[in-house]
């Protein structure tokens, strides 16, 4: 049953407590998420050496083996969000991404890695979309982009964790116990969301639009409950929203690379040993990061209240400023230079995450929350995961014989261009966001 959460305005401070516990919890569990995802790109250097892949095989493995069932069951299990409890659905999705991770460490060839990590594409599908349609149920309209920030919070915390637990767990003990540890934790964590977490009415803060088939009644009734096909119409009327998809998925494409392939450049072009690439990177991801995200955010509910563009703009100008950023800190020579350049665009290339993700949940029904951010995620997963990984590792392969070691150095250079692409996306989804607010 449903919980009603009393409004922020209402000056309950123990309602306030609750959602900020609440994000919290959604925040760790995000953060799971990403370690689960993102530990193989720092596991890649030994799981190459053992399983002898080439870079190509990595990106795939990495890459397209996650976002194929990532992306193909996040439509239906969003579907099935906006209709039942959605911390049950996150609850299940967590328990099994975590098992599935534990099942990684216990391969013994690609193809069985390639299954497993499948595996941890199917739970995954389950543990994003949910989460963006509570927070939205739990912050009125004004704190969205900040809400959806510190959710996003996870995107570093977790990609820091996953890199650096794993280069130390692999050396304390193997590649594959660091996939058994990490497994393990994440599975402890879900008695804790699904006994603390309570499911909140849909549509907090917003009434029903006139005429519309939730007004005057719950959102759990069926006349309530808009088909795949009527969030494809409204969408369908929306180019602002196709534009924000296709952004966040060039973006992605380089931003999902650069999480897999940072660890191993540095460990190849730099010389460093695991654990020190680790740190390095690790640390790039959390301050650059968390940095990024939180002022994304906050510049789109300050700029997003007069003028809605804004959410599409900022990102776009930070895509942009990335480019020569990441061209100069990738192509010097110099270690300290390389990392002191790199936490900018690093900051940068994040810092789209609350403005766009807050834009999508606002151009849709409460109602249509889940499936419409599941039909973001769709095309933003598997193009961002399932290409840009592969294509950076592919483009690798393809500079070795005259590049050598320093092949992935000028493979990343070149992705900077889907950031480009992703600014231009922007830019056209900022002509029409005004039009298309809900």
Known sequence: MAVKI???ASGHAEALSYRAYVLAVLV??????????????ILAVPIKAELKLSDTELGLMGGLAFALFYTLLGIPIAR???????VGIMTVALGLWSVMTAVCGMTHSFAQLFAARLGVGVGEAGGVAPAYSLICDYFPSRQRARALSVYSFGIPIGSAAGIVLGAFMTRWMSWRLAFVFVGLAGLCMAPLLKATVREPVRGFDEPPAEGSLAEAQPATHPKAQPSLLDVLRTLAGKPSFWALALGGAASSMMGYGLFFWMPSFFFRSFGLTLVQASLAYGGLVLAGGLTGIWLGGWLADVQGARRKAAYALIPAFAFLATIPLYAVGVLSTELGVCIAVLLVPTALGLAWLGPVLGAVQHLVPATMRATASAIFLFINNLLGIGLGTTLIGALSDALHVRAGADSLRYAIVAGTGFYLIAAVFLVLA?????????
């Open 80 to 86: 099935l969000a906006d209709r039942v409890s959605r």
């Open 6 to 8: 009393p409004g922020p």
């Open 430 to 438: 900022s002509r029409r966001l005004e039009n298309d607010w809900e």
């Open 28 to 41: 760790l569990v995000y953060t799971f998420n990403f370690i689960d995802r993102q530990i193989v790109g």
